[in-house]
């Protein structure tokens, strides 16, 4: 048999080559080729192209003797499959044991061992010509071998690798993607082996694998080889690195999660033949604790991953999202890429649809209450009267109860919709229900007593206003408009935000930044510590909280260290998915009786008949009872600034009642790193008191810009109590004062060249609102972000309305001093 040139070296293929060498192969040599040289360490090896394949089977007859196995297969027929597969194998592996072949792999065998050292381990994998094509991945199919050490190892390994190409699997996956048996051919690559399976190792992707968002780079990480991460069977570690300033020199993890890392799958000596099979062993509870890899080999690899995106995308011609794996070697400590391929998921992921109800059916109503979103649910109810009763709940029925509680959040998560009988749109339903896109009724009065477990019922909220409850499962329409269709207006529409978990998808829609970045449902829901506990774990004497605590701040340097990092990485992740549009955080604005649900709060709140008007807010910065745990805070928004580089932060101090309270607390910013002007950094105002309006011009001297809170400012100007379900028809933006004080507002702000805005939800609930203040010149609307496809248009309604108006005016003036002359 003639000595053919088989063999092909990493450092000579490119992607050009996938027809030689397949796709992984083709892969390896675009990455070695081009990448090493910029830092990027990837193990060297070599190919052997797919004519060592076809080339032995064809000069030795064997062929034919293929084809005919194939002819008229069933391969429903498992017996059949199973026999014609076995005898596949055997024919290829027969035919490739040819000398010319032996001899041209010990060749390259010996250069590697020349690179690495004597006996080098290597792995060796399949690379079939349709491998890691857009519809079919060929993931899994063929065999890989690892650890093999020596010519003949190696050899004998590659000829199983061809043998593969017809395992039971492979011919039955083939069949259903209509892909010839005869018309897939088979490359093998041979690398070095990277000891992982001591190590840890993962896959990385150069975008957001959930919302499609491409500026992060997500990495996923385990102890061991791979190959768990890829099946899913363990949960992994998982990191994002944020890209812009990554590339502008920071260097910080923008998020990090521990996963259980349940198992470590390690390499096990196999007897039947030269190398390793695998074994999974379990991982001891204080690996599972820790993070597989640390912050240093995180930024290396965010390193690795965008200089492969940028080369990629050359390649490509256009931006071409990666998907990576990566892998540490426990020996010499480096970290290794092993793959990479296109991503082709996710990245066709575009921004959400903005989505319209409305019901194609009259139906019986039960019920009235305030509405809260602009959703049609419908389902089965349950009535929730206590704790113990979500434990029967199940995901899809209708929540109803009296009222609700932040220890029931997770269930409200898992209701098609919540039904109340007291409570008003800023009330702890109307609140979560809002953020989690779920449709509300509260304030219904008889909701609990008319509605009885197992009813079917519609809930609406389509209707404005009013929200009601139906009898019965109500037909409904839904319209979904894409987000690329709705441009932005003049002014600035902008969303409120808590949830860092929905940064990356919401940031993908029209807007221009946030509004209201809310730090409690970080402090509640991420770190669920009291500060104060954390500065002070002495005075917690609940030995339950003292365990809580210590558990919870287990693996941090200090359990300052836990509050910090927590926040610092949830309003970190929503500053970086709006980036570099501003992102206003609204310092922590919990009541003494929220604060006082915190693990240990009870020890440092106290207790208040009215906590709306008591010790919240501005009050609680420079006082002696919160200071050191308002430094925290400071700490972990500086950390965001300064560290992650995210100076598109800016910071707002709620309810501030005088002008003097105003200088105290910019004095304790200051003192504790964050000086107004420095580096950049506004401080807005909540413009939620009277005496916010009153005062506006020495407020404004005070501070960078003014957001309107109308939910506070309404209950202060009309004396009502937003909590209150007695006299909560009376909590009403629209009422004449109302108005008056959202245009005093709004017009001192300008008269002191200050931005104003507003964060209330006055303009979600009442498009007249939005109208009115866009008449009156405000800057920046900041809404729900369901609420912005009708904010958008209303805005955009007034805006040409008003143009209209002036051009008339223009005319007019214009045909006056015509007539004049």
Not at 59 to 65: D, G, H, I, K, P
Not at 217 to 235: H, P, S
Not at 625 to 647: D, H, N, S
Not at 711 to 736: I, K, M
């Amino acid at each position: 048999m003639q000595d053919a040139g088989w063999v092909r070296w990493f450092g000579t293929l490119r992607m050009s080559d996938v027809p030689l060498v397949g796709g992984k192969n083709a892969s390896l040599g675009e990455l070695y080729s081009a990448l090493s040289a910029e830092g990027v360490t990837v193990p060297n090896g070599f190919a052997l192209t797919v004519d060592a394949y076809y080339t032995p089977l064809k000069q030795s007859q064997a062929w034919n003797e293929l084809r005919q196995l194939f002819d008229d297969l069933d391969v429903t027929d498992i017996g059949r499959l199973a026999k014609t597969a076995a005898e596949a194998r055997r024919i290829v592996y027969d035919a490739s044991g040819v000398e010319p072949l032996r001899r041209q792999v010990a060749e390259a065998y010996r250069q590697l061992e020349a690179e690495y050292g004597t006996d080098v381990a290597v792995a060796v994998r399949s690379s079939a010509t349709a491998e890691d094509l857009p519809n079919a991945s060929f993931a899994g199919q063929h065999e890989s071998y690892l650890h093999i050490q020596g010519a003949d190892g190696v050899f004998e390994s590659c000829r199983r690798c061809f043998a593969s190409l017809f395992t039971d699997r492979a011919i039955v996956y083939r069949q259903n993607n209509g892909f010839g048996h005869l018309k897939v051919g088979l490359s093998v690559g041979v690398m070095k082996m990277v000891r992982s399976d001591q190590g840890a190792s993962g896959v990385m992707f150069t975008l957001d694998t959930e919302s499609g968002f491409r500026d992060v780079v997500f990495i996923t990480g385990a102890y061991g080889l791979g190959e768990n991460i890829v099946q899913g069977t363990v949960d992994p570690d998982e990191f994002y690195v944020h890209k812009p300033t990554f590339r502008a020199g920071y260097r910080a993890v923008l998020r990090r999660n521990v996963g259980r890392k349940q198992m470590r799958m390690i390499l096990a000596q196999n007897e039947d033949r030269a190398g390793a099979t695998t074994r999974n062993v379990p991982t001891a509870k204080e690996e599972q604790e820790r993070f597989c890899i640390g912050d240093a080999d995180v930024l290396t690899l965010a390193g690795y991953a965008l200089k492969i995106e940028d080369h990629y995308s050359r390649v490509a011609g256009h931006p071409q999202p990666m998907d990576i794996e990566w892998a540490k070697d426990a020996f010499d400590g480096r970290l290794y890429i092993v793959q990479a391929r296109p991503e082709t998921v996710a990245s066709q992921k575009t921004a959400d649809l903005f989505e319209t109800y409305k019901l194609d059916a009259a139906g019986k109503p039960l019920l009235t209450g305030k509405a809260v979103g602009e959703k049609i649910a419908a389902g089965p109810v349950r009535i929730v009267e206590s704790a113990q009763d979500l434990e029967a709940f199940r995901p899809g029925e209708v929540l109803v109860a009296s009222a609700t509680s932040p220890d029931w959040d997770e269930v409200m998560r898992a209701a098609s919709a919540i039904v109340t009988d007291r409570g008003g749109r800023t009330c702890h339903a109307a609140i979560v229900a809002r953020e989690l896109g779920v449709p509300a009724v509260v304030g219904a009065e008889t909701a609990t007593q008319t509605l009885k477990t197992g009813m079917q019922v519609t809930v609406s909220c389509a209707s404005g206003d009013a929200g009601h409850v139906y009898e019965g499962n109500i037909p409904f329409e839904i319209t979904r408009t894409p987000a690329s269709e709705l441009q932005l207006p003049r002014t600035s529409i902008m969303v409120n935000l808590a949830n860092p978990d929905l940064a990356f998808r919401t940031a993908m829609l029209p807007n221009a930044g946030v509004g209201l970045a809310r730090m409690e449902f970080i402090i509640n829901e991420h770190i669920g510590v009291h500060p104060m506990a954390l500065v002070c774990p002495e005075r917690v004497t609940d030995p339950k909280n003292r365990e809580t605590i210590e558990r919870l701040t287990q693996g941090f340097a200090s359990p300052r260290e836990y509050f910090v990092q927590n926040l610092a990485e949830g309003i970190g992740t929503i500053a970086a998915a709006f980036y570099p549009k501003p992102v206003i955080v609204r310092l922590s604005d919990f009541k003494t009786n929220e604060y006082a649900r915190l693990i240990g709060g009870s020890a440092f709140e106290p207790k208040e008949d009215n906590p709306m008007l008591g010790f919240r807010g501005a009050s609680r910065y420079a006082h002696p009872a919160y200071a050191p745990g308002f430094a925290l805070e400071c700490q972990a928004l500086r950390r965001v600034r300064e560290e992650m580089g995210l100076t598109n932060l800016a910071v707002m101090v709620p309810f501030c009642r005088r002008v003097e309270e105003a200088h105290r607390v910019l004095a304790a910013m200051a003192g504790n790193g964050l000086k107004r002007g420095e580096n950049g950094l506004e401080v807005y105002v909540m413009c939620e008191i009277p005496n916010n309006v009153i005062l506006i011009d020495a407020f404004a001297e005070a501070f960078d810009g003014f957001s309107i809170g109308s939910n506070d400012l309404t209950q202060l100007t009309l004396g009502v109590d937003r909590d209150s379900e007695l006299v909560a028809f009376d909590f009403d933006e629209r009422d004449p004062g109302m108005l008056k004080m959202l245009r005093l507002a709004i017009s001192g702000a300008k008269r002191n060249r200050r931005h104003v805005g507003i964060c209330g939800e006055a303009p979600s609930n009442y498009p007249e609102i939005a109208r009115f203040l866009v008449e009156q010149g405000i800057d920046s609307i900041s809404v729900t972000p369901a609420s912005l496809p009708r904010t958008i248009g209303v805005v955009q309604q007034t805006e040409r309305a008003l143009s209209a108006s002036q051009h008339k005016e223009r005319e007019d003036a214009s045909g006056l001093a015509e007539a004049l002359t």
